[in-house]
């Protein structure tokens, strides 16, 4: 038996799904207040009690969502990952976010060839990427044309035209279709901000 979990923590809807014998076997979502880190330990025990399994049988590991997205959703979510997995030396794959949520359109408009994609930012921005279909993989399977641009979230349509959330599902799908793993950390669209330490 070949298991794995697919979690992401990305927007307020914290997602996660189990796959067994590349078939999705359980999943569960919950929305988390504004700035919460969502719970994973909360949503992910009772998916595997279901399917009878411990983090010890993963023995495929975890596939987590990096982003963009919550930032304390993401940090938690890569703390919380590298937590279950390492006890059991488990592997990681790490994909984009919003592969998934591409991969869900690609999936649902087999006709498009490509997509372009916005999400809210920090510091009343938005993100936005294009999309398409990756040659010789499922049909569903993305390729990111370029980095993620940051552009000015009013007044600019593109601000609002994200209705679509990405899934732990999707996430798992991408693993299963041999994505390769990103670095296991978040994807940080905005640069680091430090403050000089200040002496008395």
Not at 46 to 68: C, H, I, N, V
Not at 142 to 157: I, Y
Request: charged residues 15%; neutral net charge; glycine residues 8%.
């Amino acid at each position: 038996m070949k298991a794995f979990l697919a979690v992401d923590t990305s927007t307020a809807m914290v997602s996660a799904a189990l796959f067994v014998d590349g078939n999705l076997r359980a999943a569960a979502a919950r929305e988390v207040p504004p700035r919460s880190s969502g719970s994973l330990l909360e949503l992910v025990p009772p998916l595997l009690d279901q399917a009878g399994l411990t983090f010890a049988d993963l023995e495929d590991g975890f596939a987590f969502g990096r982003g963009p997205g919550s930032y304390a959703g993401l940090r938690t979510c890569v703390a919380t990952i590298r937590g279950w997995a390492l006890p059991f030396q488990h592997p990681i794959w790490a994909i984009p976010s919003a592969l998934a949520v591409a991969a869900a359109y690609f999936d649902a408009h087999p006709e498009a060839a490509r997509c372009t994609l916005a999400g809210r930012a920090r510091r009343d921005t938005c993100w936005t990427a294009a999309f398409s279909r990756r040659p010789g993989t499922p049909a569903f399977v993305p390729v990111q044309e370029g980095s993620f641009a940051l552009c000015p979230a009013t007044p600019s349509p593109v601000a609002d035209s994200l209705h679509a959330t990405p899934s732990a599902e999707w996430i798992g799908r991408l693993r299963l279709a041999g994505l390769d793993s990103d670095a296991p950390l978040p994807i940080y669209l905005h640069p680091a901000v430090s403050t000089a330490p200040r002496y008395a």
